[in-house]
T-cell receptor, first 112, second 116 residues
Framework: GENVEQHPSTLSVQEGDSAVIKCTYS??????FPWYKQELGKRPQLIIDIRSNVGEKKDQRIAVTLNKTAKHFSLHITETQPEDSAVYFC???????????FGKGTLLTVNP | DAGITQSPRHKVTETGTPVTLRCHQTENHRYMYWYRQDPGHGLRLIHYSYGVKDTDKGEVSDGYSVSRSKTEDFLLTLESATSSQTSVYFCAISELIRGWSVGEQYFGPGTRLTVT
């Protein structure tokens, strides 16, 4: 089945620094790569996604990059702010199904 | 937030009792999912539905059953709750876009279930 590894499991940065979270996957048929942000006690919310025909996508301070050859994709957050503190999950979806497989999450703490 | 509600939002029950959680959507989306979230495990898929009366198992389906008799409702049943099923349960929905590609997945607010 599909598998996705997410690293690091915790990440602490100073306000204004950049944060990078990386996910690796094994199924070469994976074609959709979303990132979710979950604040404490809240539901996961989609913040950005990328499809396999695109190498990079940006939305203001966040960006996702995809390396299909190496089978990894990363979330980049620039100019971090305390409100970026949350758990971030990557996910993958294969080419022939509509299920998402999630990474185990990264707890990001942005220190003022 | 997409039109997804879950009920109840919190429940405490005893080991061995049956429990049913409800997910209701107003988006008319075809696909519905049940996940459980536990520390250190992220989000794990329990069951999913790809249409009315069409369901399939996810990676952690043992001890759970589901039913979908209407597009808008997806029920998750624990036939005989165990302490290992204490968790936060999330429902999610998604839909086809452009007729062939499954779009974004949106989550409900979650149900916190405690089995004592």
């Amino acid at each position: 089945g599909e598998n996705v590894e997410q690293h690091p499991s915790t990440l602490s940065v100073q306000e204004g620094d950049s944060a990078v979270i990386k996910c690796t996957y094994s199924d070469s048929a994976s074609n959709y790569f979303p990132w979710y942000k979950q604040e404490l006690g809240k539901r996961p919310q989609l913040i950005i996604d990328i499809r396999s025909n695109v190498g990079e996508k940006k939305d203001q301070r966040i960006a996702v990059t995809l390396n299909k050859t190496a089978k990894h994709f990363s979330l980049h957050i620039t100019e971090t702010q305390p409100e970026d503190s949350a758990v971030y999950f990557c996910a993958i979806r294969g080419g022939s199904n509509y299920k998402l497989t999630f990474g185990k999450g990264t707890l990001l703490t942005v220190n003022p | 937030d997409a039109g997804i509600t879950q009920s109840p939002r919190h429940k405490v029950t005893e080991t061995g009792t049956p429990v049913t959680l409800r997910c209701h959507q107003t988006e008319n989306h075809r696909y519905m999912y049940w996940y459980r979230q536990d520390p250190g495990h992220g989000l794990r898929l329990i069951h999913y539905s790809y249409g009315v009366k069409d369901t399939d198992k996810g990676e952690v389906s043992d001890g759970y059953s589901v039913s979908r008799s209407k597009t808008e409702d997806f029920l998750l049943t624990l036939e005989s709750a165990t302490s290992s099923q204490t968790s936060v349960y999330f429902c999610a929905i998604s839909e086809l876009i452009r007729g062939w590609s499954v779009g974004e997945q949106y989550f409900g607010p979650g149900t916190r279930l405690t089995v004592t």
